[in-house]
């Protein structure tokens, strides 16, 4: 074996989760106890049959015998079905413990961790690594123990019958290992190259498959046939010589295997005919040397498993360790006006340029400010650093006139709406969606009252059990426009002072537009509003409007001041004027 140098680590801290349980725990140590003594009484077993019943005709162990045998085998059956049901147990609350705490965390992780991490990785995280961790530490622990004892029973009862025998048998097997591994690695190599060469054969199928447009006008055939046919070839041998190898390897391992058992069967034939020996005691012997190979067989792959349970440990503590968000300062605000103030903020991506450089702007309670400006130039992560779900690398945002860093990061939050451009919604009912976070202390009324501000009541109402409709899945049953007003009722219930919108570039047909363009109105009435605007219909509503470029402010003012201005701004509008704004700037929105 050969350990990690974190692997005792590991361990103990795996075992930290098994404490708990110990007292199950040790009773499926005691199963597997039972289980592993009862190995050696199947060999023990066979020398009084033999012996006894068959050569003295003893009528006792005639009809003792075959009973001893069905009381050994329950004992057997009860001690495994302890091992197996309580290790069982003990492994699943494991199970269940590790993916609490993994959601747990999940939970409280940074916006960054999830930027950086495949949701994939960190899914199997959950459902698979945990269960293997349970998996492959269960199964360690069965062949230690089981497999142990059951080696040690069995060797014991071998030397209690004839030590001398059992001295040669022990200096003779180890003389074929070197045989065995030298075929096994044969094996391997040939098959490795077995399988590579298959996943090239994969490879050009796959490019010839796909590909087949590409080939055919430029007249790749004899190309393809030729790799083909090569890989084809080299498979084919490939295979003969795996069957030829094994061919060979099989019987000649036995050939060697039989000669050393030749020279056991002799020292034990000649001691049996100077009577030292009985047949009962010969084969009894030779039933116990044949059970030695199923636990030595798993004593040595044992590493496998405790390697793959290690890795999976790792992978799953190196979540559970993940640096939780700050929590944020200890100020909370109870009742806000909703001034936003940003102060020479800036802000760059981990390792990242500057995407941010020294934003300077005062949002008024109750002002609605549209941002606009071309794509990539910082508008959602200006609207990002808001929340905290990044922190700024200079300078501060203010909320009230408190550094917003001074606050408890929960209760910052506890002002904010946000409406994205990607609707989130859960697989829930409409009601439940609406209500998401204030659920249970949101009445039908007010759910009611929300979902009609936002203009959502009239296809809620269409719906077949209306606010209780089930959405299905991300509300994949519902159209962009109509997913909108759900986030927009949802903001509307949340009632926050600070409202950030980024607004959907997507093109809606005329009439949700409208709608959607009207359940902003009702959204923003009396909010601080800040929205990233890509029509011109909500920009030129906009109390004042801030043109962002690479990260800074260039314009800032009213739709007629900008225009008289005749700026950036201005070009934007004339070259726009009736259109969808982000759809002539050619802009498509990373999802923020
Ligand atoms: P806008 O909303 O104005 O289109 P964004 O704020 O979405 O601009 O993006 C500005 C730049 O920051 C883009 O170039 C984008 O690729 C980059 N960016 C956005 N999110 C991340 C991230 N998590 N990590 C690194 N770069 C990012």
């Known amino acids: ?42 060999p023990a077993w066979f020398q009084p049959v033999i012996d006894g019943s068959f050569i003295d005709k003893d009528p006792q162990t005639i009809f003792w015998m075959p009973i001893a045998l069905v009381v050994i085998f329950l004992i057997r059956g009860i001690g495994s079905f302890i091992g197996v049901v309580a290790i069982n147990w003990v492994a699943q609350r494991v199970v269940m413990d590790l993916r609490r705490e993994l959601f747990d965390r999940l939970l409280v992780l940074p916006t960054r961790y999830f930027t950086n991490a495949t949701t994939g990785r960190t899914l199997s995280k959950s459902t698979y690594d945990v269960t293997q961790v349970a998996q492959a530490s269960t199964e360690v622990l069965a062949v230690f123990v089981q497999d142990g004892l059951a080696l040690i029973g069995l060797l014991a009862w071998m030397f209690y019958l004839n030590w001398k025998l059992t001295l040669i048998v022990l200096v003779i097997t180890p003389v074929l290992l070197p045989v065995l591994k030298i075929a096994s690695r044969r094996m391997r190599t040939l098959n490795t190259g077995l399988q590579r060469r298959m996943g090239d054969l994969t490879h050009v199928l796959e490019e010839t498959i796909g590909g087949h447009k590409v080939v055919k006008l430029f007249g790749g055939e004899d190309y393809e046939r030729r790799r083909h046919h090569e890989i084809a070839n080299w498979l084919r041998r490939l295979n003969v010589k795996v069957i030829a190898t094994s061919a060979f390897l099989v019987p000649a391992v036995q050939v060697v295997g039989v000669a050393a058992l030749g020279v056991i069967v002799y020292v034990a034939s000649y001691q049996g005919a100077q009577g030292h020996f009985t047949a009962g005691q010969f084969v009894s012997y030779f039933v116990a040397m044949g059970l030695l190979f199923r636990p030595l067989k798993r004593l040595t792959k044992v590493n496998e498993h405790l390697q793959r349970g290690l890795a999976a440990a790792e992978s799953v503590f190196a979540l559970i360790d993940e640096e939780a968000e700050p929590s944020g300062g200890a100020k909370s605000l109870d009742r806000i006006s909703g001034e936003l103030r940003f102060e020479a903020l800036s802000f760059s991506y981990e390792g990242e340029e500057p995407l941010l450089r020294g934003i300077d702007l005062t949002v008024r309670p109750g002002e609605t400010l549209a941002v606009v400006g071309p794509s990539g130039s910082g508008k959602s992560t200006l609207i990002n650093l808001i929340p905290r779900f990044y922190v700024p690398t200079g300078g501060r945002i203010l909320l009230d006139g408190v550094d917003i860093a001074e606050l408890a990061v929960r209760d910052l939050r506890r002002h904010l709406a946000l409406v994205s451009q990607e609707v989130i919604l859960f697989n829930d009912t409409v009601r439940a969606n609406i209500a998401y976070g204030a659920l249970g202390h949101a009445d039908a009324a007010e759910v009611a009252a929300a979902a009609r501000a936002a203009h959502a009541m009239e296809f809620i109402d269409q719906l077949p059990d209306g606010l209780d409709t089930l959405i299905g899945e991300n509300g994949i049953r519902l159209s962009g426009g109509q997913r909108q007003r759900i986030a927009i009722a949802r903001a509307i ?28 109105e009702s959204l923003r009435r009396g909010r601080t509003t800040l929205i990233i605007a890509h029509r011109l219909s909500t920009i030129e509503r906009a109390d004042r409007i801030a043109y962002m470029q690479a990260g800074q402010i ?33 802009e498509s929105l990373p999802a923020s």
């Open 1 to 42: 074996m050969n350990p990690m140098p974190n692997s005792r680590s590991l361990y103990l801290r795996l075992l930290r989760y098994v404490r708990p349980y110990w007292r199950i725990f040790a009773l499926s140590l005691l199963g597997m106890v039972i289980f592993a003594l009862t190995e050696p009484a199947m």
């Open 493 to 520: 219930l949340r009632n926050a002072p600070i409202l950030l919108l980024d607004e959907a570039t997507s093109a809606l047909d005329s009439h949700s537009e409208r709608h959607i363009q009207e359940a902003v």
């Open 554 to 586: 260039v314009e800032i003012g009213t739709h007629q001041e900008l225009l008289a201005r005749d700026g950036l701004y201005a070009q934007l509008h004339r070259a726009q004027r009736g259109e969808v704004l982000s759809d002539v700037a050619g």
